[in-house]
């Protein structure tokens, strides 16, 4: 059964720093995974979408990378600012368990002003 | 930018009662799910629904749950008779044909049973 973890669960930076947020998946037959932003009481966006055969995805101030044989994703935010402040998910896609996602706990992310 | 339309945003009814959840996905999206998070947990995986059938569901997609697509733009999630665990934010999502596509989210009803 694949499990997904994120750490740190929560992380608290001042305006301006650079951010590491990573997820671990136990399973690495994986077609894909995403990193998703939850706002509170709201629903989920799709930042990025790294596919199986791929190394990095890059958005914008947000680049992922994904190392499947060590089962490991990281989601790395430049410069981040307040508005970045979210709950960000990692969420995988088993190849063999049909296209449900298998989603991580959550980083809770505050970006003080 | 489309999005997933979901409502009531908020329900609330007592054990027992029959809901019904409503979304309308992303107008040229052919595959569809629903996802419930409750409150301090990890989000999980209902069901997914393609070509008018299940194709596939969650242990916790019991009896007590079925999916419509009623007409060309809606599709619903009903729970026949519910119970207090089933409290939850139920979030609906629909994707574009193709094993790489995003998955887009609407932002959720949560779901109180008293």
């Known amino acids: 059964k694949q499990e997904v973890t994120q750490i740190p669960a929560a992380l608290s930076v001042p305006e301006g720093e650079n951010l590491v947020l990573n997820c671990s998946f136990t399973d690495s037959a994986i077609y894909n995974l995403q990193w998703f932003r939850q706002d509170p009481g709201k629903g989920l966006t799709s930042l990025l979408l790294?596919?199986?055969?791929?190394r990095e995805q890059t958005s914008g101030r947000l680049n992922a990378s994904l190392d499947k044989s060590s089962g490991r994703s990281t989601l790395y935010i430049a410069a981040s600012q307040p508005g970045d402040s979210a709950t960000y998910l990692c969420?995988?896609?088993?190849?063999?368990?049909?296209?449900?996602?298998?989603f991580g706990t959550g980083t809770r992310l505050a970006v003080r002003p | 930018e489309p999005e997933v339309t979901q409502t009531p945003s908020h329900q609330v009814t007592q054990m027992g009662q029959e809901v019904i959840l409503r979304c309308v996905p992303i107008s040229n999206h052919l595959y569809f799910y629903w996802y419930r998070q409750i409150l301090g947990q990890k989000v999980e995986f209902l069901v997914s629904f393609y070509n008018n059938e299940i194709s596939e569901k969650s242990e916790i997609f019991d009896d007590q749950f079925s999916v419509e697509r009623p007409d060309g733009s809606n599709f619903t999630l009903k729970i026949r008779s519910t119970k207090l665990e089933d409290s939850a934010m139920y979030f609906c999502?629909?994707?574009?044909?193709?094993?790489?596509?995003?998955?887009?989210f609407g932002s959720g009803t949560q779901l109180s049973v008293l």
């Open positions: 999502a629909s994707r574009q044909t193709g094993v790489n596509e995003k998955l887009f």
């Open positions: 969420a995988v896609r088993l190849g063999s368990s049909g296209d449900k996602l298998t």
């Open positions: 790294i596919q199986s055969s791929q």
